[in-house]
């Protein structure tokens, strides 16, 4: 009786050990398989469809903004990313632009990297957008809000500021009279170029602003309304204008005035004829961003943002760089002012 | 007969178990050498895949090196061609319509023209494009490569002669003659074919090969673009300033070779995290699957293994313990044929072992009994011969004086005394017989007392059916007699009692003589008195004593002049039991 009583005893010890024994063992096999899994998921990208980007612009028939999308498609196919590249005719047609957001909601992207026409009435929608999940960069020209998660964007202010200095560097410099043709926009980097210049103009007092005028953003109203200008104001003697439109329009007035040794104009943006009026002397100044830089880093913020990098550089400045007939066939020069990608 | 138990305790929790002891230490090698092992493979594998990683972009740049110059060498023979078959002709318009027809056929070449030795042009191959009038920086015209006469490349540039036309091209050019005039043959070729070769050389998923000039500066980069924009950053200071033809760094691995013209050089570059960190990744997990495997396996080997061998031992150690605290009852086992020789020789040791102890227990249990039963007997004939000398004494004194009356009523109680004493020779006997023979005796002394004393028997309870020990009362009468009423004056009172208690049966012996000091009473049960009466109540104590235990025996309560009680307590041993022998201490 007492021996199996013993026995029993010992028996359930035994039993016990062997327990603790094999939750030792499911353990270890149970934190070697965590480990395992833990690699694979580092592993893994996402399997789960691409990451789908759409570009907005503010336009798609400026210069600017194809480079823009270029440099965007580069970007677009070093990640992996569907993009959608899309924008307006017209420069000045919020609304459609708002339609185009509408429908990257719809087709539920990933991000929206947008160039704004108008500085607030895009915003309802793209905080709707942002809402639903979507990533919000602006590229070039930005909106009221602080949904933005990155923007990548030329000083304004300061191109404005760049090209007074480049005209308060010259020796005959003192007592110009000075124009400026802007065009009609709510857009947030015009302002910003116009008062950076103003600004630096007025400080330095050695010149004047002597009138201004605001034309529509398409190279024949821009023409037009610069002839106007130059009529109204026969004094004037530089003419000073902030987009790629009314860059041309001016020069085409300089032309057909036959006033290329008269005024000096300094323009903003190039393509293919703002450079060869660049080389003829219609204009004599080109201030130039970066827009393939723009479209390439758009996406490429895009990218980091949604796979939740924390490192994201969410505040880009791109450079610019003031060319004039003499610096234009320097290689840096070459570089930016005439994109690769259209020669394939 | 008892087997002290051991005062010490058993520190059972810091004990480990063989099998536990040998799986954690076998656990621990095993991982140990798997670590120590898959760290240096993994160091190995490491270092081959760099070498093959290097050797990867060495054959690549290599093979990059070749197509360039194939791409090259056929631009310069087309030159060398043209250069020919100008010389051959006669008039502006056979060398117009020339050039026309191989700028036009040719998909790489962008333009053809001639200019004489001061940059003017002299002929270009132009299909709709307007030359410009005024072109105050022509940037195809390089007299100074073209003077080389090795037909080297010109780094990319803007071809700017045409009006509204901007084109990337680079620019081969040879000094030669036509129509007796010096002049440069001049060929502005597109820069995408050439890129195009090198977007196609990839090295690995990410590495790419691109050429830099003599001055460190690059020539063509598959993504120029980004190059040209700022957005990617070569370090020509680290590619310029390589020694050998491999570089290797951090992330990134360089590999250089010249062309053949010996100005330029293609670099390739490849990166260690797709190459070699991602192969890495994968050994490791391979590793650690094998890792996981192996500690499983020998996890369980191990287990199976050390139980094997700890088993008996546990089996051993179980029954030794089994066998300190219950040596008499244990059993040996006879199942030590199995397992590991060592352990079953132990095994069957202890064994021979148990049995010789309990061989010998055994034998020391019986001579003990022995021992004592001689002992008890030799007590109790003690008693006998100096009790019946003075009983027959009274007796004859009786008869002397004619109380045969007397006489035979004494005789009668002696007979009875004695058959008592006698009754076949058992230790025990019933309770009822042990009384009986204490009532004879009082009858014999109070003959001998003349009356000097009264007694009075009591019980209380079902004592009858149990037994006690033989000649247990008489003595303690005997010494209530002698100690207690002899020597008091007045009349002597003795009472007996029995009482069942609970587990035990308690006797009572009192008497209301002079009682006795506490040192006395302590000194009657410990054998010290010299007495001879003494002896009669120490020998009742020890015979129950070892009999029934510590437990029982005899206590003294007494009082100076009041009297003395001496109690004692036995077991309830029924006459089955005692029969049976089934009452073990």
Same mark, same amino acid.
């Given at each position: 009786m007492k021996m199996t009583h013993g026995h029993s005893k010992a028996g359930e010890k035994r039993m016990k050990n062997r327990i603790t024994n094999l939750l030792c063992i499911c353990l270890l096999i149970l934190l070697s398989v965590l480990m395992l899994v833990a690699c694979e998921n580092k592993n893994s990208s996402d399997a789960s469809g691409k990451i789908r980007v759409a570009v907005i612009t503010k336009t798609t028939t400026s210069k600017f903004f194809m480079i823009v999308f270029s440099g965007a498609e580069t970007a677009a196919s070093e990640y992996n990313i569907i993009l959608t590249c899309e924008g307006p005719d017209n420069e000045n047609d919020y609304g459609k632009q708002n339609e185009l957001i509408s429908k990257a909601i719809e087709d539920k992207v990933d991000a929206i990297v947008i160039s704004a026409i108008d500085k607030d009435n895009s915003t309802k929608i793209l905080e709707k957008a942002q809402k639903k999940g979507i990533h919000i960069i602006v590229i070039d020209s930005g909106i009221n809000s602080d949904i933005v998660e990155a923007r990548i964007?030329?000083?304004?202010?300061?191109?404005?500021?760049?090209?007074?200095?480049?005209?308060?560097?010259?020796?005959?410099?003192?007592?110009?009279?000075?124009?400026?043709?802007?065009?009609?926009?709510?857009?947030?980097?015009?302002?910003?170029?116009?008062?950076?210049?103003?600004?630096?103009?007025?400080?330095?007092?050695?010149?004047?602003?002597?009138?201004?005028?605001?034309?529509?953003?398409?190279?024949?109203?821009?023409?037009?309304?610069?002839?106007?200008?130059?009529?109204?104001?026969?004094?004037?003697?530089?003419?000073?204008?902030?987009?790629?439109?009314?860059?041309?329009?001016?020069?085409?007035?300089?032309?057909?005035?036959?006033?290329?040794?008269?005024?000096?104009?300094?323009?903003?943006?190039?393509?293919?004829?703002?450079?060869?009026?660049?080389?003829?002397?219609?204009?004599?100044?080109?201030?130039v961003q970066n827009p393939y830089a723009m479209g390439y880093l758009g996406v490429e913020i895009a990218y980091q943002l949604i796979k939740e990098n924390t490192l994201v550089e969410t505040d880009i400045i791109t450079d610019i760089m003031y060319i004039t007939r003499d610096n234009l066939y320097e290689q840096a020069s070459q570089e930016i002012l005439f994109p690769l990608e259209e020669d394939k | 007969m008892k087997i002290k138990k051991h005062g010490r305790k058993r520190i059972r929790r810091h004990r480990v178990t063989i099998s536990?002891?040998?799986?954690?230490?076998?656990?621990?090698? &095993?991982?140990?050498?798997?670590? #120590?092992?898959?760290?240096?493979?993994?160091?190995?594998?490491?270092?081959?895949?760099?070498?093959?990683?290097?050797?990867?972009?060495?054959?690549?740049?290599?093979?990059?090196?070749?197509?360039?110059?194939?791409?090259?060498?056929?631009?310069?023979?087309?030159?060398?061609?043209?250069?020919?078959?100008?010389?051959?002709?006669?008039?502006?318009?056979?060398?117009?319509?020339?050039?026309?027809?191989?700028?036009?056929?040719?998909?790489?070449?962008?333009?053809?023209?001639?200019?004489?030795?001061?940059?003017?042009?002299?002929?270009?191959?132009?299909?709709?494009?307007?030359?410009?009038?005024?072109?105050?920086?022509?940037?195809?015209?390089?007299?100074?490569?073209?003077?080389?006469?090795?037909?080297?490349?010109?780094?990319?540039? #803007?071809?700017?002669?045409?009006?509204?036309?901007?084109?990337?091209?680079?620019?081969?050019?040879?000094?030669?003659?036509?129509?007796?005039?010096?002049?440069?043959?001049?060929?502005?070729?597109?820069?995408?074919?050439?890129?195009?070769?090198?977007?196609?050389?990839?090295?690995?998923?990410?590495?790419?090969?691109?050429?830099?000039?003599?001055?460190?500066?690059?020539?063509?980069?598959?993504?120029?673009?980004?190059?040209?924009?700022?957005?990617?950053?070569?370090?020509?200071?680290?590619?310029?300033?390589?020694?050998?033809?491999?570089?290797?760094?951090?992330?990134?691995?360089?590999?250089?070779?010249?062309?053949?013209?010996?100005?330029?050089?293609?670099?390739? &570059?490849?990166?260690?995290?797709?190459?070699?960190?991602?192969?890495?990744?994968?050994?490791?997990?391979?590793?650690?699957?094998?890792?996981?495997?192996?500690?499983?396996?020998?996890?369980?080997?191990?287990?199976?293994?050390?139980?094997?061998?700890?088993?008996?031992?546990?089996?051993?150690?179980?029954?030794?313990?089994?066998?300190?605290?219950?040596?008499?009852?244990?059993?040996p086992r006879d199942d030590t044929k199995l397992g590991i020789y060592e352990i079953s020789v132990l095994s069957e040791s202890f064994d021979h072992m148990v049995r010789k102890i309990q061989e010998l227990v055994e034998r020391v249990k019986m001579e003990e009994k022995t021992l004592r039963k001689a002992e008890l007997r030799a007590l109790q004939t003690q008693i006998n011969p100096h009790f019946l000398y003075n009983t027959l004494d009274s007796i004859q004194w009786m008869c002397e004086q004619d109380k045969s009356k007397d006489a035979g009523e004494m005789v009668n109680a002696l007979a009875k005394l004695f058959r008592i004493s006698i009754s076949k020779g058992n230790e025990l006997i019933s309770i009822n017989n042990e009384l009986e023979h204490a009532k004879n005796y009082l009858v014999i002394q109070s003959y001998r007392y003349q009356d000097r004393f009264t007694y009075k028997f009591t019980s209380k309870g079902n004592v009858e059916k149990y037994m006690c020990n033989k000649i247990m009362l008489q003595p303690i009468i005997e010494n209530a007699l002698l100690h207690g009423i002899d020597v008091m004056e007045g009349e002597g009172k003795i009472e007996i009692q029995v009482k069942e208690e609970a587990n035990s049966i308690l006797f009572s012996v009192s008497d209301n003589g002079i009682g006795m000091t506490k040192e006395q009473s302590v000194k009657i049960l410990k054998h010290d008195m010299s007495d001879k009466f003494g002896i009669g109540i120490k020998n009742v104590n020890d015979r129950i004593k070892i009999y029934f235990g510590q437990e029982y025996g005899l206590s003294i309560k007494s009082e100076l002049d009041k009297g003395t009680t001496i109690y004692i307590k036995i077991p309830k041993i029924t006459l089955e039991q005692y029969e049976n022998d089934t009452w073990a201490q």
């Amino acid at each position: 009786m007492k021996m199996t009583h013993g026995h029993s005893k010992a028996g359930e010890k035994r039993m016990k050990n062997r327990i603790t024994n094999l939750l030792c063992i499911c353990l270890l096999i149970l934190l070697s398989v965590l480990m395992l899994v833990a690699c694979e998921n580092k592993n893994s990208s996402d399997a789960s469809g691409k990451i789908r980007v759409a570009v907005i612009t503010k336009t798609t028939t400026s210069k600017f903004f194809m480079i823009v999308f270029s440099g965007a498609e580069t970007a677009a196919s070093e990640y992996n990313i569907i993009l959608t590249c899309e924008g307006p005719d017209n420069e000045n047609d919020y609304g459609k632009q708002n339609e185009l957001i509408s429908k990257a909601i719809e087709d539920k992207v990933d991000a929206i990297v947008i160039s704004a026409i108008d500085k607030d009435n895009s915003t309802k929608i793209l905080e709707k957008a942002q809402k639903k999940g979507i990533h919000i960069i602006v590229i070039d020209s930005g909106i009221n809000s602080d949904i933005v998660e990155a923007r990548i964007e030329t000083d304004n202010y300061d191109a404005g500021r760049k090209m007074a200095l480049a005209l308060i560097k010259e020796e005959n410099y003192e007592g110009r009279k000075i124009g400026i043709v802007n065009f009609n926009s709510d857009s947030e980097n015009v302002l910003g170029r116009e008062s950076g210049f103003k600004d630096t103009i007025e400080m330095d007092g050695r010149a004047e602003i002597v009138g201004r005028i605001n034309v529509d953003s398409n190279v024949t109203k821009a023409k037009n309304g610069s002839l106007d200008f130059i009529d109204t104001y026969p004094e004037i003697d530089t003419i000073v204008t902030f987009n790629e439109w009314t860059t041309l329009g001016v020069g085409y007035a300089i032309e057909e005035r036959d006033l290329q040794d008269e005024i000096k104009v300094i323009g903003f943006d190039n393509n293919v004829i703002s450079v060869a009026m660049l080389e003829s002397g219609e204009i004599d100044g080109l201030i130039v961003q970066n827009p393939y830089a723009m479209g390439y880093l758009g996406v490429e913020i895009a990218y980091q943002l949604i796979k939740e990098n924390t490192l994201v550089e969410t505040d880009i400045i791109t450079d610019i760089m003031y060319i004039t007939r003499d610096n234009l066939y320097e290689q840096a020069s070459q570089e930016i002012l005439f994109p690769l990608e259209e020669d394939k | 007969m008892k087997i002290k138990k051991h005062g010490r305790k058993r520190i059972r929790r810091h004990r480990v178990t063989i099998s536990k002891y040998m799986v954690t230490i076998i656990i621990f090698f &095993v991982i140990l050498i798997l670590v #120590i092992s898959s760290s240096v493979f993994m160091s190995l594998f490491r270092n081959s895949a760099y070498e093959t990683a290097t050797l990867n972009t060495e054959q690549i740049v290599s093979q990059a090196v070749g197509m360039v110059e194939l791409y090259t060498d056929s631009m310069k023979k087309e030159l060398e061609i043209m250069e020919k078959q100008i010389g051959d002709y006669e008039t502006k318009e056979d060398i117009s319509q020339y050039i026309n027809l191989l700028a036009k056929t040719s998909s790489t070449i962008s333009c053809i023209i001639i200019y004489d030795k001061e940059g003017e042009i002299r002929y270009v191959s132009s299909e709709d494009e307007r030359i410009k009038t005024d072109i105050k920086l022509d940037l195809s015209f390089q007299p100074e490569l073209f003077e080389k006469r090795n037909y080297e490349i010109s780094i990319p540039h #803007i071809e700017n002669i045409f009006e509204y036309s901007y084109t990337w091209v680079t620019t081969l050019g040879v000094p030669t003659k036509i129509l007796g005039e010096d002049v440069y043959l001049v060929m502005d070729m597109h820069i995408y074919p050439l890129l195009n070769y090198l977007d196609n050389i990839s090295v690995g998923q990410h590495g790419y090969c691109f050429i830099i000039n003599e001055k460190n500066e690059i020539v063509y980069h598959p993504q120029q673009e980004l190059i040209y924009t700022g957005l990617k950053v070569e370090d020509l200071d680290l590619i310029g300033g390589m020694e050998q033809k491999t570089l290797r760094e951090k992330n990134s691995i360089y590999a250089k070779e010249y062309l053949n013209n010996g100005e330029w050089q293609i670099v390739g &570059v490849s990166f260690t995290e797709e190459l070699i960190n991602e192969q890495t990744k994968e050994a490791i997990k391979l590793l650690l699957i094998n890792m996981l495997w192996c500690t499983v396996v020998s996890i369980i080997i191990t287990f199976v293994f050390s139980r094997r061998i700890s088993k008996p031992v546990r089996e051993l150690s179980d029954a030794m313990r089994m066998f300190e605290k219950h040596a008499d009852k244990y059993i040996p086992r006879d199942d030590t044929k199995l397992g590991i020789y060592e352990i079953s020789v132990l095994s069957e040791s202890f064994d021979h072992m148990v049995r010789k102890i309990q061989e010998l227990v055994e034998r020391v249990k019986m001579e003990e009994k022995t021992l004592r039963k001689a002992e008890l007997r030799a007590l109790q004939t003690q008693i006998n011969p100096h009790f019946l000398y003075n009983t027959l004494d009274s007796i004859q004194w009786m008869c002397e004086q004619d109380k045969s009356k007397d006489a035979g009523e004494m005789v009668n109680a002696l007979a009875k005394l004695f058959r008592i004493s006698i009754s076949k020779g058992n230790e025990l006997i019933s309770i009822n017989n042990e009384l009986e023979h204490a009532k004879n005796y009082l009858v014999i002394q109070s003959y001998r007392y003349q009356d000097r004393f009264t007694y009075k028997f009591t019980s209380k309870g079902n004592v009858e059916k149990y037994m006690c020990n033989k000649i247990m009362l008489q003595p303690i009468i005997e010494n209530a007699l002698l100690h207690g009423i002899d020597v008091m004056e007045g009349e002597g009172k003795i009472e007996i009692q029995v009482k069942e208690e609970a587990n035990s049966i308690l006797f009572s012996v009192s008497d209301n003589g002079i009682g006795m000091t506490k040192e006395q009473s302590v000194k009657i049960l410990k054998h010290d008195m010299s007495d001879k009466f003494g002896i009669g109540i120490k020998n009742v104590n020890d015979r129950i004593k070892i009999y029934f235990g510590q437990e029982y025996g005899l206590s003294i309560k007494s009082e100076l002049d009041k009297g003395t009680t001496i109690y004692i307590k036995i077991p309830k041993i029924t006459l089955e039991q005692y029969e049976n022998d089934t009452w073990a201490q």
